[in-house]
């Protein structure tokens, strides 16, 4: 037979040599389809990961410029002395704190710090606040998302004469009834944070004994307007208190329980 015959067996062998049989250049088709989607979901994996790393790192960016911002608020307002005091915020399964014993107007966003919920340091050189027992426990405890810690000297000076700062005022009502004094530990301890959660527990901010004060929110802003809220309460305590003959008129737990009601719709919607 004339091998040029496309009949013959050897035109047919030398045809599948050159081109491949039917189903191996099938074959090769979908193994490039294959690989070319798996190159494209990569990808678009790889893509999504890059945005999400990108958010969080610009949404803690944001957080340490506020935390910043509200450090040096509390010095500038007269809560802190130096270096006391020391504010957290939460970002996602961190939390952000001030560093030990660098004062507040040093800080810059090289400086950043931050742990997770247990404590270790995933985030900067700087050592975190020694009183950062304190602060995971409010995290641990209850939904904040901002703690700040003072030294306010009125509020100190309340927690050193009684067990709870009495109802001289409505606005007890945003913390969700009388300002407990949680008994006095070394600070930095977890004997103090214990203390303090057991002072906090139903509340949103408590006295530290022969200390200072924590208060807690969702966010920053709310935390700090509750520090200013508190020593201001503490001062009209005191200074009603102060009057010769005279003893400040108080009120009720239940007309505090109103006012605590009366709150949820305070404000702008939204």
Not at 79 to 101: F, Y
Not at 119 to 145: C, F, W
């Amino acid at each position: 037979m004339d091998p040029r015959d496309p009949g013959s067996a050897t035109w047919q062998d030398r045809r599948m040599t050159e081109t491949g049989d039917g189903h191996e250049r099938h074959g090769d088709e979908h193994e490039r389809q294959d690989t070319h989607e798996d190159t494209g979901r990569d990808t678009d994996r790889d893509v999504r990961e890059a945005g999400h790393r990108a958010a969080r790192e610009q949404a803690i960016e944001r957080a340490w410029r506020d935390l910043v911002a509200t450090a040096r608020r509390s010095a500038a307002d007269g809560l802190v002395v130096g270096t006391s005091g020391n504010v957290s915020v939460r970002v996602g399964d961190l939390v952000l704190v001030t560093p030990s014993g660098v004062p507040y107007d040093r800080l810059t966003p090289e400086d950043t710090v931050a742990v997770d919920l247990d404590g270790r340091q995933v985030i900067g050189r700087l050592k975190p606040t020694s009183e950062l027992p304190m602060h995971l426990e409010v995290y641990r405890n209850a939904d904040a998302g901002a703690v700040v810690h003072t030294h306010a000297v009125h509020a100190t000076a309340v927690s050193t004469l009684v067990p709870e700062l009495p109802l001289i005022h409505y606005m007890a009502a945003d913390f969700g009834g009388p300002v407990r004094v949680a008994p006095y530990a070394m600070y930095g301890t977890d004997a103090l944070a214990e203390n303090m959660v057991r002072a906090l527990r139903g509340r949103t901010g408590c006295l530290l004994q022969n200390h200072g004060t924590v208060t807690h929110a969702a966010t920053l802003d709310k935390a700090y307007d509750r520090t200013a809220q508190l020593e201001w309460m503490c001062r009209l305590w005191l200074t009603a208190s102060s009057v010769p003959g005279h003893a400040p008129t108080l009120l009720s737990r239940q007309q505090v329980r109103d006012v605590e009601q009366r709150l949820k719709g305070y404000g702008q919607p939204g």
